[in-house]
């Protein structure tokens, strides 16, 4: 029941030579391939480099200056309200 068989693939490909033709699938079939590697090659080299080099902090951290005794933290005011009289 697991897995995927030939003649689960031949439908699309069978699609895919008619849609395609013979002459492009082949092409088409070395450019993937041809992707695939390149993409699995830039991995490796990426996970090497990681391994040599530790990555810096994504976001760098920023000290915030602690209140000095001369500066007294104090709590915003309230927001001034509409009067009556003034809605009309």
Known sequence: MG???WWD????LLLALLFFGP?????MGASVGK???AFQRSMKDETNNAVEAPAAPAVPQIAQPAPSA???V???EPAATVSEEALG
Do not use: N, S, V, Y
Request: glycine share 4%; proline share 19%; charged share 20%.
């Open 74 to 76: 104090t709590q915003p």
């Open 23 to 27: 002459k492009r699938l082949p092409e």
């Open 9 to 12: 693939l031949a439908p699309l």
């Open 35 to 37: 992707t695939i590697k």
């Open 3 to 5: 897995g995927f068989h």
């Open 70 to 72: 001369a500066q007294p």
